[in-house]
């Protein structure tokens, strides 16, 4: 056992003995968990509890052997805003577990805590002291949280994007309904693109006009009645 209790560390010991099972550094000054110690491959109890811990890095628990090493850790009582992703990943292997006390800040980024906890729930010993400290629903049960009461919802497009779909959702509709009365009343549009534009379709002049000149020579169709119409014969 290696006991370093109420000493002022500010930082994880350097020097271990090798084969140290039980590390007991509670009542310090620790400020963050960095950085590799390769004694640590050895620890199966880790006591951090009543420190000043804000981060604890990735490579910390790199450090941490699987299946036989860390079985018990205490980190409560610390300054944590949140849980490692890396602490995460290593529930599996420890059978206790105590992050309760802590400085959680709470908002919808902390939701995936509350289905984390309830996986975890057997190894958290402390589950009741896990409360959001900081941010929304401060003193409530990270365990207890509701996606409604921390304003979770999915994310809204935004107002200029509903405008924008909605523009081009007209467009689309407009563009539609055009083509479909071109194709519906196509010898009528041809008329109206006569008369308004002075447009004119040259297959409508017929083979048996040739050697005449119109200025205009519209076929306009009512059902199966064909009326062709003719204007200013040169």
Known sequence: MYSCESVHLTHLPKNVPPGTQIMLLKNNSIIELCGRYPYLRNVTHLNLAFNHLTRICESFFSSLSKGEGLKFLDISYNKLSGIPVALRNKIDYIHSLKIGSNDFYCDCNMIWMKSWLEEASNSVEDIKDVKCQEGLMIGTKIS????????????????????????????????????????????????????????????????????????????????????????TIL
């Not at 041809?190 to 005449?212: A, H, P, Q, S, T």
């Open 144 to 231: 207890k949280l509701k996606d409604v009461k921390m304003g979770c919802y999915p994310k809204k497009i935004p107002d200029w994007g509903i405008a924008l779909m909605a523009s081009f959702g007209a467009f689309l509709v407009i563009i539609g309904l055009l083509m479909f009365i071109t194709i519906r009343k196509w010898q009528e549009v041809k008329f109206w693109l006569y008369k308004n534009f002075d447009i004119i379709d040259k297959r409508d002049l017929g083979e048996n006009l040739d050697g005449k000149k119109f200025d205009a020579l519209i076929s306009y169709r009512y059902g199966i009645n064909l009326i062709k119409l003719f204007t």
